[in-house]
């Protein structure tokens, strides 16, 4: 896997490109000379992880003959300074479904997804506590 990340400007927009040249912009906060033209770094981590659940959620209730009519993740994150930097002490990932859907398989897809499946969850679960609820709507 490799990404490649372009400077877009004087400052700290950037562009990043993966191996089949699709692209996604980064930048920073004002404060740092950001022009707010694209996600923030930490953003995007919480952006990775809900949609690595997400296809993973999807592959699972795929299986077990459940199809959503329509999915909608919500995801936030509350961060602690640790030294110079900071990091996720909380995640919570809600997932919202719309169709006919068995609410114990769809309990049993996210539950594989963050304790099995999602390799940003795994690796965001280091430093955060992941929690995840879900509602699901006609």
């Not at 809600?94 to 795994?122: P, Q, W």
């Not at 690796?123 to 879900?134: D, P, R």
Request: neutral net charge; hydrophobic residues 40%.
């Amino acid at each position: 896997m490799k990404i490649s990340i372009q400077r877009l400007n004087d400052a700290v927009h950037m562009e990043a490109k993966n191996e089949d040249g699709i692209t996604l912009q980064m930048d920073g906060t004002g404060e740092i000379g950001g022009i707010n033209g694209g996600f923030r770094p930490m953003q995007m981590l919480l952006a990775a992880a809900g949609g690595c659940s997400a296809i993973d959620v999807v592959g699972i209730l795929k299986k077990q003959r459940q199809n959503p009519d329509d999915l909608k993740i919500e995801v936030t994150g509350d961060r602690v300074s640790v030294g110079s930097y900071s990091e996720f002490k909380s995640i919570h990932i809600h997932f919202i479904f719309k169709g006919d859907l068995d609410e114990n398989k769809v309990a049993r897809a996210i539950d594989l997804s963050l304790t099995k499946y999602c390799s940003v969850s795994k690796t965001l679960e280091k430093t955060a506590k992941i929690t995840s609820s879900f509602e699901i709507t006609a």
